[in-house]
């Protein structure tokens, strides 16, 4: 079961919302655990308190790589994690979209072995959204 959903759009278009809203439903519907993964503490209060938040900011996680690293430690430290939310990667890995699709196949790799379902916001022009993304819309 592969579930990779990227939620792609300029600032301000609803995405973190979207997120938070989909992060709480499934954490209401889900036997599992829910991880959300953002790079401030802003959106802490506005999950519900079974959603687990994680401040990426507290983890020296600067590249692609060590990011997805930090990922395989969520999900190998708990085999119950249900679905992964990441708001803003780019944001949080600094780097443009355009250079991330390995980052997307290793996730897609994973959500199909380890039934984890990944929710990914980016903040971009759809317009110039890499075609690589357009599977995952």
């Given amino acids: 079961m592969l579930v990779v959903k990227v939620i792609y759009g ?13 992060a709480n439903n499934l954490a ?3 036997n599992g655990n829910v991880v959300f993964i953002d ?3 802003q ?8 959603v687990r938040f994680i401040n ?5 996680v600067l590249e692609p790589e060590a990011f997805l690293g930090f990922i395989c430690g969520v999900v190998s430290s708990n085999y119950d994690v249900d679905g992964i939310f990441i708001d803003g ?17 290793e996730i897609a790799s994973m959500s199909e072995k380890y039934h984890v379902k990944f929710f990914v916001s980016i903040n971009g022009d759809n317009e110039v959204m890499p075609e690589f ?3 995952y819309e």
């Fill in 39 to 41: 790079d401030s503490n």
């Fill in 28 to 30: 209401s519907s889900s």
């Fill in 133 to 135: 993304l357009k599977e």
């Fill in 43 to 50: 959106l802490m209060y506005s999950l519900k308190h079974e």
């Fill in 10 to 22: 300029k600032k301000g278009s609803g995405k973190t919302k979207s997120m938070i809203d989909n």
């Fill in 89 to 105: 990667l780019t944001y949080i890995v600094k780097k443009e979209a355009s250079t991330l699709k390995n980052f997307f196949d």
């Fill in 56 to 60: 990426i900011t507290d983890f020296p």
